[in-house]
T-cell receptor, first 111, second 114 residues
Framework: TQLLEQSPQFLSIQEGENLTVYCNSS?????LQWYRQEPGEGPVLLVTVVTGGEVKKLKRLTFQFGDARKDSSLHITAAQPGDTGLYLC???????????FGKGITLSVRP | DVKVTQSSRYLVKRTGEKVFLECVQDMDHENMFWYRQDPGLGLRLIYFSYDVKMKEKGDIPEGYSVSREKKERFSLILESASTNQTSMYLCASSPRDGFNYGYTFGSGTRLTVV
């Protein structure tokens, strides 16, 4: 069974601060997705990363895929209260697009 | 705006009742999924379906069944609800190549079994 670990579990920061959170797998994976879930809603896809060393940017969010294809990071610059939510990483397993999700990182950005 | 619609946001049922959770998607997606989400345990896959009338067990299928009679609709059934099935239930759909396009989730149904 492929294990996905996300860290830290919880993070509470002040508006304007920068932060980095991590997603690590017990084995090499082919590609990975990041989702954000706001309270009372379902997760929403942010990005898919597929190539070792790949970096993708989404406004103030920077996603990186490790060279060894076993880890990924999400960096947020100048966090805003609107960034508050649960950040989930997920990796593809099997031949039929079934995703395995990490337990998530709960981010709270205080005004 | 494409979406996945879950029939109820909140549901309260009694132990032993048969419970139906409905999910409809308007994107012509082949794949549909049911997850439950619990604090500290993350999203756990209950059942999924790759096509009409097809279903496969996920990681925690015990106590649940599913039905997919039409492409756009995927129903989760709790045959005899128990208190340990109190949870947030999330439905999702994706194209056949769901990996490149990601999943689209519904807003969830928070089920309480008393």
């Amino acid at each position: 069974t492929q294990l996905l670990e996300q860290s830290p579990q919880f993070l509470s920061i002040q508006e304007g601060e920068n932060l980095t959170v991590y997603c690590n797998s017990s084995s090499v994976f082919s590609s990975l997705q990041w989702y954000r879930q706001e309270p009372g809603e379902g997760p929403v896809l942010l990005v898919t990363v597929v190539t070792g060393g790949e970096v993708k940017k989404l406004k103030r969010l920077t996603f990186q895929f490790g060279d060894a294809r076993k880890d990924s990071s999400l960096h947020i610059t100048a966090a805003q209260p609107g960034d508050t939510g649960l950040y989930l990483c997920a990796l593809h397993t099997g031949a039929n697009s079934k995703l395995t999700f990490g337990k998530g990182i709960t981010l709270s950005v205080r005004p | 705006d494409v979406k996945v619609t879950q029939s109820s946001r909140y549901l309260v049922k009694r132990t032993g009742e048969k419970v139906f959770l409905e999910c409809v998607q308007d994107m012509d997606h082949e794949n549909m999924f049911w997850y439950r989400q619990d604090p500290g345990l993350g999203l756990r896959l209950i059942y999924f379906s790759y096509d009409v009338k097809m279903k496969e067990k996920g990681d925690i299928p015990e106590g649940y069944s599913v039905s997919r009679e039409k492409k756009e609709r995927f129903s989760l059934i709790l045959e005899s609800a128990s208190t340990n099935q109190t949870s947030m239930y999330l439905c999702a759909s994706s194209p056949r190549d769901g990996f490149n396009y990601g999943y689209t989730f519904g807003s969830g149904t928070r089920l309480t079994v008393v």
